[in-house]
């Protein structure tokens, strides 16, 4: 499992499709639910996650706690890794990184802040690469 | 040769950008430039651009110009070294203080890095890294950013040399910082 994190248009498809080919994508952006990405798995070849952020935000609107959010996340990490682990499709995260700046005036993004800083740091601890992307160029993680 | 300079506020872009500007200048001659894109339009924006030109020290030809890049380029000796700080206001200015959309302002970045090159013209180009935070709410502010990244993404691709600047330390995206100085 590879994870890409970056800023907003940093640039993280185009890195993606840099180093995988023609992979399936199963994103938030096309109205995709995160459950039901157990779909969109196909044997051989490379799956996408993206638009993680979209997935918190509707975790954020109907559970109030924070830390039940980040286990039910992890859960399903841990699901995702499982499969590549068995049926051997690679599986590239794309995340937005958005803890760099001033600390948001309203409550809702503080939270969705939070969730994405430890979703980042949960996802990266199942991934044998992670890169950050910045305005285009990608480097490797240790 | 092209470089690409970005970091957060006060992270020391400037002095970095500066001192490869004249490292290039010293290998290459020609004449050195400043190409300033802020338009000194309060009392904050004077003082912050008689701070960058006293620091800057003497040796510089400074050029003044908001959104017309190519007119700026026009007036520079080919052979010689330009530095231009910044293209965030620059991106600013062509979206709310010109006529330009952004299909227009990203044809005229690619027009100046290639002009730039044809002429001989070594190029810094400085920016700011204001995508890393949550993502604006308002529309507007989105389609700002879209489009500066689109700049930072073309003439990143471009570049020789994209370095991070952190606490006044480069980090080397592309390159090592030694490019264009054993002539």
């Known amino acids: 499992m590879q994870l890409f994190i970056g800023g907003a248009y940093a640039g993280k498809r185009a890195a993606v499709r840099q180093r995988f080919d023609s992979p399936r994508w199963h994103s938030a952006y096309d109205g995709k639910s995160l459950d039901a990405w157990r779909s969109a798995v196909e044997e051989g070849r490379s799956l996408v996650l993206e638009g993680w952020e979209l997935w918190l935000e509707a975790e954020l609107a109907c559970e109030p706690d924070n830390d039940r959010i980040r286990s039910r996340m992890c859960d399903e990490l841990e699901a995702i890794r499982a499969l590549e682990d068995a049926l051997g499709p690679r599986i590239v995260l794309i995340m937005l990184e958005m803890g760099r700046g001033i600390v948001p005036m309203d409550a809702d993004d503080r939270r969705l802040r939070d969730l994405a800083g430890w979703l980042a740091q949960d996802a990266a601890t199942h991934c044998e690469q992670v890169w950050y992307v910045w305005h285009g160029l990608a480097r490797p993680l240790a | ?183």
């Open chain 2, 1 to 183: 040769m092209i470089a690409f300079v970005s970091g957060g506020a006060r992270s020391g872009k400037s002095a970095q950008a500066e001192a490869l500007a004249m490292r290039w200048h010293r290998a290459r001659g020609g004449r050195l430039y400043y190409l300033a894109t802020a338009r000194a339009t309060d009392g904050e924006m004077i003082r912050r651009i008689s701070r960058h030109r006293e620091t800057r020290g003497s040796g510089w030809t400074t050029l003044e110009e908001p959104v017309d890049l190519m007119a700026a380029l026009d007036q520079v000796v080919p052979g010689s070294t330009l530095l231009l700080d910044c293209l965030t206001l620059w991106a600013s200015q062509v979206l709310y203080g010109s006529g330009l959309d952004e299909r227009q302002g990203l044809a005229m970045i690619d027009t100046m890095l290639s002009r730039a090159r044809a002429r001989n013209i070594a190029l810094v180009v400085v920016s700011n890294d204001v995508n890393e935070e949550v993502p604006p709410r308002d529309a507007e502010v989105r389609r700002y950013l879209a489009f500066l990244q689109r700049l930072h993404r073309r003439v990143a691709h471009e570049a020789e040399l994209a370095i991070q600047v952190v606490a006044g330390l480069p980090m080397y995206w592309k390159g090592s910082g030694k490019e264009g100085e054993a002539q």
